[in-house]
């Protein structure tokens, strides 16, 4: 399935993913601005780029994981869209989590049974943006 950055500097066919996993993690809202990361594993061998590579990306060493270990958050430097994260110290079949949102149709990707969640330490605004009070306000596009 094809996936680009906003700009479309980066462009590539994601393969079937291993499992949807999504993290509400502070780090992960933060780099994301959002109330969190939404990923597919995927094998890196696997991902094809049509444009770009993932050398080419920007990248942010980031230790302060749920997991405890450092994962390198890869990301367009024009665009600033997130695109992968991968574990810092891994072999061979690396693999790297793929942001689902990259993808042309993220709604293949919805995690089913075999989804992960990690929620130990998403923010309360995060709690609060899953969790919509009754009678919230919905904007129609072009309002
Ligand atoms: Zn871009
Ligand atoms: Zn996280």
Redesign the pocket.
């Known amino acids: 399935m094809s996936a680009r950055c906003n700009c479309s500097k980066f462009q590539f066919e994601a393969p079937k993913p291993q499992m949807v996993a999504v ?1 509400h ?1 502070k ?2 809202t933060r780099s994301g601005g959002s109330i969190g ?1 939404f990923n597919a594993v995927v094998t890196l061998d696997d991902v094809k780029f049509s444009k770009g590579s993932i050398a080419e990306m920007s990248s942010y060493n980031d230790s302060d ?2 997991s405890g270990n450092t994962i390198v958050r890869h990301f367009c430097g024009t665009c600033g869209s997130a695109l992968f994260s991968i574990p810092e110290k891994q072999g061979e079949g690396a693999i790297g989590y793929l942001k689902v949102a990259a993808l042309e149709d993220p709604d293949a990707y919805a995690p089913g049974a075999n989804a992960v969640l ?1 929620e130990s330490r998403a923010p309360g605004f995060v709690r609060k943006a899953l969790n919509w009070p009754e009678g919230v306000q919905v904007m129609a596009r072009g309002s």
């Open positions: 993290c993690c780090s992960c990361s994981t749920d990690f």
